[in-house]
């Protein structure tokens, strides 16, 4: 039987009567998978996950995290997850292993050199150990974010487009080490991407939101077809077109 | 509270002080320029007038105690600034890192800010102008405190401005202090004061230590009953401030601004 790591239930997000971000957003996802968020801009995938870190408080709604509230028990949840985001970063003047040694004070981290160090080769940044992150480029500063990440061994990660500033090359490199460091230890992923390679790639499962609301749910193949395309990508423009295209019309 | 976050946290804020060179200027530059124009105008004025030989004293103790008070309030808005520019604020609070433990850590990078500015200003003080901040005695410590935890308030009620209406209200980092200034008594008693502006000075913890040290210096006596006030005062405005920026800070978060600002 399978673990429900997170329960995500009816989320809704109003930031005023005529900016709802989250329309009804209902999802579960378990013990050991990796779950796309997809949807073009705007569809609602950053704030679901800005709502399930505690950054943003829902309008109406629940999310259980480990079977626990994230309103009420945020720090205890937070400390079994992490996350990472292609436009969250650093602090920009200070060394690289400084960056991840604070963060692994935050998160109590008890061999933190060692674990530094591992990530560091792990992510092919090791040579960069005594750089100042504001001198990294947008791909060293990913996998630093990465690095961040994976600090404190999380249960559940929250990765928000991450890697949307990494070559083809490097891109499949994080995508081949997300997938064994999941399947090494079991961990939860839920991964919000534009880049269809790494959705189709990584994610066993996929929840498709526009406007803020969930379209569609299932592994890749089933969507391709549900809405008969042959690629995630082809699926992709198909419900954004015709969703805009709905938009448009007022229906 | 969990001192190992305080920790992380206050490590955070000596890494990126002593990499940034304007930063440190805060601390060991522009309050020493203080000293030294307010000194030496002093010094100018004993030669060219028949000032009262104690105003060298009364105003070097008042720009090192005002310094005080300003670099307490200043590193509270500045630390969470630092966490916007850096646009790490997102990574922070997505970390198991309470508000509290977040707020702590800025109020003892207060506490060692101040202590740092003290040690430079009196060193300064004692070289160029012969005055010894410490002759003050004992109660210079309540002074200390009382300063202290002003500072405290009114950094912690400048970081909810900053958290609810955002980068607009940056500036009010540094200039709040100098909104307060006029009622503060820091160069003059509050009996110099417009009758109708006296009220306001009573209710500002700090008129109460500016003229105790006054009061000290040229009568070696001062009157405790002011720094109860002085200290009665600080805590209701703590808990104001306390109040107000967990107000703002939820506001931040229902309206998405911490997301906003931190990326």
Same mark, same amino acid.
């Given at each position: 039987?399978?673990?429900?790591?997170?329960?995500?239930?009816?989320?809704?997000?109003?930031?005023?009567?005529?900016?709802?971000?989250?329309?009804?957003?209902?999802?579960?996802?378990?013990?050991?998978?990796?779950?796309?968020?997809?949807?073009?801009?705007?569809?609602?995938?950053?704030?679901?996950?800005?709502?399930? %870190?505690?950054?943003?408080?829902?309008?109406?709604?629940?999310?259980?995290?480990?079977?626990? *509230?994230?309103?009420?028990?945020?720090?205890?949840?937070?400390?079994?997850? +992490?996350?990472?985001?292609?436009?969250?970063?650093?602090?920009?003047?200070?060394?690289?292993?400084?960056?991840?040694?604070?963060?692994?004070?935050?998160?109590?981290?008890?061999?933190?050199?060692?674990?530094?160090?591992?990530?560091?080769?792990?992510?092919?940044?090791?040579?960069?150990? +005594?750089?100042?992150?504001?001198?990294?480029?947008?791909?060293?500063?990913?996998?630093?974010?990465?690095?961040?990440?994976?600090?404190?061994?999380?249960? !559940? !990660?929250?990765?928000?487009?991450?890697?949307?500033?990494? *070559?083809?090359?490097?891109?499949?490199?994080?995508?081949?080490?997300?997938?064994?460091?999941?399947?090494?230890?079991?961990?939860?992923?839920?991964?919000?991407?534009?880049?269809?390679?790494?959705?189709?790639?990584?994610? #066993?499962?996929?929840?498709?939101?526009?406007?803020?609301?969930?379209?569609?749910?299932?592994?890749?193949?089933?969507?391709?077809?549900?809405?008969?395309?042959?690629?995630?990508?082809?699926?992709?423009?198909?419900?954004?077109?015709?969703?805009?295209?709905?938009?448009?019309?007022?229906? | 509270?969990?001192?190992?976050?305080?920790?992380?946290?206050?490590?955070?804020?000596?890494?990126?002080?002593?990499?940034?060179?304007?930063?440190?200027?805060?601390?060991?530059?522009?309050?020493?320029?203080?000293?030294?124009?307010?000194?030496?105008?002093?010094?100018?004025? %004993?030669?060219?007038?028949?000032?009262?030989?104690?105003?060298?004293?009364?105003?070097?103790?008042?720009?090192?105690?005002?310094?005080? !008070?300003?670099?307490?309030?200043?590193?509270?808005?500045? @630390?969470?600034?630092? *966490?916007?520019?850096?646009?790490?604020?997102?990574?922070?609070?997505?970390?198991?890192?309470?508000?509290?433990?977040?707020?702590?850590?800025?109020?003892?990078?207060?506490?060692?800010?101040? !202590?740092?500015?003290?040690?430079?200003?009196? @060193?300064?003080?004692?070289?160029?102008?012969?005055?010894?901040?410490? #002759?003050?005695?004992?109660?210079?410590?309540?002074?200390?405190?009382?300063?202290?935890?002003?500072?405290?308030? %009114?950094?912690?009620?400048?970081?909810?401005?900053?958290?609810?209406?955002?980068?607009?209200?940056?500036?009010?980092?540094?200039?709040?202090?100098?909104?307060?200034?006029?009622?503060?008594?820091?160069?003059?008693?509050?009996?110099?004061?417009?009758?109708?502006?006296?009220?306001?000075?009573?209710?500002?913890?700090? @008129?109460?230590?500016?003229?105790?040290?006054?009061?000290?210096? #040229?009568?070696?006596?001062?009157?405790?009953?002011? %720094?109860?006030? @002085?200290?009665?005062? +600080?805590?209701?405005?703590?808990?104001?401030?306390?109040?107000?920026?967990?107000?703002?800070?939820?506001?931040?978060?229902?309206?998405?601004?911490?997301?906003?600002?931190?990326?």
């Amino acid at each position: 039987m399978f673990e429900n790591i997170v329960e995500v239930r009816n989320l809704r997000k109003e930031f005023a009567a005529d900016a709802v971000a989250v329309k009804d957003i209902s999802f579960c996802v378990n013990k050991g998978e990796i779950f796309g968020l997809l949807g073009p801009n705007g569809a609602g995938k950053t704030t679901t996950i800005h709502m399930m %870190l505690g950054l943003t408080r829902p309008s109406s709604g629940s999310i259980k995290i480990f079977g626990k *509230d994230i309103e009420k028990d945020r720090v205890e949840i937070l400390q079994r997850c +992490n996350f990472a985001s292609a436009y969250v970063y650093l602090p920009w003047n200070l060394k690289v292993w400084e960056n991840l040694f604070i963060f692994s004070e935050i998160y109590g981290i008890k061999n933190r050199k060692e674990k530094i160090e591992y990530l560091l080769e792990l992510f092919e940044i090791e040579n960069l150990r +005594n750089k100042i992150t504001g001198t990294l480029s947008a791909g060293e500063q990913t996998r630093l974010n990465l690095c961040k990440a994976f600090l404190n061994d999380p249960e !559940l !990660l929250l990765l928000d487009e991450p890697t949307a500033s990494l *070559d083809p090359d490097l891109a499949d490199k994080v995508r081949k080490i997300l997938k064994q460091l999941q399947k090494e230890r079991s961990i939860t992923v839920i991964n919000t991407s534009h880049n269809m390679l790494d959705v189709s790639e990584l994610c #066993e499962r996929i929840l498709f939101v526009q406007h803020g609301n969930v379209i569609a749910e299932g592994r890749a193949e089933e969507l391709m077809a549900k809405f008969g395309g042959a690629s995630l990508e082809e699926v992709f423009i198909t419900i954004a077109r015709s969703s805009r295209l709905e938009g448009a019309l007022g229906k | 509270m969990n001192l190992r976050t305080v920790r992380a946290l206050l490590l955070k804020y000596a890494f990126i002080c002593s990499r940034n060179t304007f930063r440190a200027m805060d601390v060991f530059f522009w309050p020493l320029m203080d000293l030294l124009v307010w000194g030496f105008l002093t010094l100018y004025l %004993l030669k060219v007038s028949s000032a009262v030989p104690t105003l060298i004293t009364f105003l070097i103790g008042a720009v090192i105690m005002w310094n005080i !008070l300003y670099r307490a309030q200043q590193v509270i808005s500045v @630390s969470f600034l630092d *966490d916007v520019w850096n646009r790490n604020l997102l990574n922070i609070f997505a970390g198991p890192v309470r508000l509290s433990e977040y707020v702590a850590a800025t109020y003892v990078t207060g506490i060692l800010q101040s !202590l740092i500015v003290l040690a430079i200003l009196s @060193s300064a003080a004692a070289l160029f102008y012969s005055f010894n901040i410490f #002759e003050i005695g004992l109660v210079f410590g309540a002074f200390f405190v009382n300063l202290l935890l002003m500072g405290w308030s %009114l950094g912690l009620l400048t970081t909810g401005v900053i958290v609810r209406f955002g980068p607009p209200a940056e500036a009010l980092a540094w200039a709040v202090p100098f909104l307060i200034q006029p009622v503060s008594a820091v160069f003059y008693p509050v009996s110099v004061l417009p009758p109708f502006i006296q009220p306001i000075a009573k209710l500002v913890p700090a @008129s109460y230590v500016f003229e105790g040290m006054r009061q000290i210096l #040229e009568h070696k006596t001062y009157d405790p009953n002011g %720094l109860l006030i @002085s200290f009665a005062l +600080n805590v209701v405005y703590m808990l104001i401030a306390a109040f107000v920026f967990r107000h703002f800070f939820e506001e931040a978060r229902n309206k998405g601004l911490l997301a906003k600002y931190g990326s």
